[in-house]
Nanobody, 121 residues
Framework: QVQLVESGGGLVQPGGSLRLSCAASGMIFSINAMGWYRQVPGKQRELVAAITGDGSTNYADSVKGRFTISRDNAKNTVLLQMNSLKPEDTAVYYC???????????????WGQGTQVTVSS
């Protein structure tokens, strides 16, 4: 019913840029915070960046100054602009959103399917 669909991953050289997009669709009543996480094999999923409904942002120290998160509330989308990419940014990136569906009384977290970002020369 409610799903998050990501796009924009791929292979890029060090120093390059990518933009990830995530669109929420379905029977949505409201969306609160949205964010991006990433995970590499053998490690826990970690927060990359998050944005609240009123636009307040939070970034992992490792991406500050290089990544920018934004959202379009009218389109239920969240974007992650990634610049000056480094090999250590290589991971599967997951979109996350706290959504209250029409059929539910409280919000809960939803996850996208993940998109691979590979930074390599």
């Amino acid at each position: 019913q409610v799903q998050l669909v990501e796009s924009g991953g791929g292979l890029v050289q060090p120093g390059g840029s990518l933009r990830l997009s995530c669109a929420a669709s379905g029977m949505i009543f409201s969306i609160n915070a949205m964010g991006w996480y990433r995970q590499v094999p053998g490690k826990q999923r970690e927060l990359v960046a998050a944005i609240t409904g009123d636009g307040s942002t939070n970034y992992a120290d490792s991406v500050k100054g290089r990544f920018t998160i934004s959202r379009d509330n009218a389109k239920n989308t969240v974007l992650l602009q990634m610049n000056s990419l480094k090999p250590e940014d290589t991971a599967v990136y997951y979109c996350n959103a706290n959504i209250r569906a029409l059929a539910e009384f409280r919000q809960r977290p939803y996850w996208g399917q993940g998109t691979q970002v590979t930074v390599s020369s």
